[in-house]
């Protein structure tokens, strides 16, 4: 899977590929082609002769959207400098609405902004400033460059940020956990099925808890050294340390959050119904995909939650162990009462 993404995330591909018909030759009409051209990010431009031509591919599902320019941009540019509306638009073609749409829209007003403040500056100099030469000013204003970046990313612990992974990587993480998740609760069905074959009749140690987590630890070890390396494959791994610190404290916790359902439900056909449930609420709950600012308290209920973002802050390496004391101290009380009580 991991490879996969990967394969994908390197090819030709973005999250948007708009077709772009710029018909004009005027100056503004040449500055965004150039734009377009050397600054695509994430999405593909492809550029078309003919608007009909892009028509027909958004039609055909070829292309995401289109972007249909006014032959004269510069006038386009310039009414909305001036006058803050325009008769002539620049037209967005779509099949149909949709989130990604209203990216490509913030996107298309990004690219087309700068020009605008071009304008806006050359008209309110042009109009404050007596005997100015528009031309200088303008030339001034396009060759004057920062150096640098005006915003730099990190985390809170310093650790260094990787800004060339590919956006569609970035749920690996979140999607290796659900995996890990799911596979805890699998070690939950092959221990009742066991238990039901008398494996245990022949292994009954003094503390059966300590014999539980051998087992669940036999069983998760592998899929966990396989999570590393996916990571570390994936491009969205930190440092080694930290990376085994936090899925060993998950993988703690699953341990006790798939033994506490085992003793609560004690059938695999019911751990087969719950399953599918828990792993949509953790996806959703958890930073998977998206993450919901609201409903916090919600949230960290949740494993996942705590173990996404406890490679970068060290609260949630307590907190997630915590979460796993707890769990281990309620799976030792359902073992007590089960043991001391017949129901």
């Known amino acids: 899977m991991v490879l996969m993404m990967k394969t994908m995330a390197s090819s030709d591909a973005g999250l948007l590929t708009i077709g772009v018909h710029i018909p ?12 377009l051209t050397a600054n695509p990010g994430n999405l593909r431009f492809i550029l078309y002769d003919n608007s009909d031509s892009a028509i027909a591919d958004v039609k055909s599902g070829k292309l ?23 008769k002539n638009k620049i037209e967005i073609l779509v099949r149909e609405q949709g989130l990604t749409h209203m990216l490509g829209r913030e996107v298309l007003c990004s690219r087309v902004y700068p020009l605008i403040a071009r304008q806006m500056a050359a008209d309110y100099i042009s109009e404050n400033v007596p005997e100015v030469d528009i031309a200088h000013i303008l030339d001034t204003y396009d060759n004057y460059g920062i150096e640098g970046n005006l915003f730099e990313m990190g985390y809170l612990d310093g650790a260094d940020t990787q800004s060339d992974t590919s956006y569609l990587m970035m749920p690996l993480r ?26 245990f009749i022949w292994w009954k140690p003094r503390f059966p808890l300590v014999r539980d987590l051998l087992y669940y630890a036999v069983i998760m070890v592998i899929p966990t050294i396989m999570v590393l390396i996916g990571l ?93 004391i707890i769990l281990l101290i309620m799976w030792n009380l359902i073992q007590m009462i089960k043991r001391n009580i017949k129901f």
């Open 24 to 35: 004009g030759t005027d100056e503004s009409s040449g500055l965004l082609k150039a734009d």
């Open 64 to 86: 995401t959207e289109a972007w249909l320019v006014p032959e004269d941009l510069d006038a386009t540019i310039s009414d909305m400098a001036a006058k803050n509306k325009t």
């Open 174 to 199: 979140g999607i290796l956990a659900l995996w890990l998740m799911l596979l805890s609760i699998a070690a939950s069905m092959y221990y009742l099925e066991d238990e039901k074959n008398g494996l």
């Open 232 to 324: 570390r494959l994936g491009g969205v791994n930190t440092s080694l340390p930290r990376e085994i610190l936090a899925i060993i404290v998950y993988d703690f916790a699953l341990i006790c959050l798939a033994s506490v359902l085992r003793e609560i439900i004690g059938s695999i056909k019911g751990l087969g119904i719950i399953t599918p449930i828990l792993i949509m609420a953790s996806a959703l709950l958890s930073p998977v995909f998206i993450d919901f600012k609201e409903g916090r308290i919600l949230q960290k209920t949740c494993l996942t939650f705590h173990y996404l973002y406890c490679i970068h802050d060290e609260y949630y390496v307590k907190s997630l162990m915590l979460f796993g």
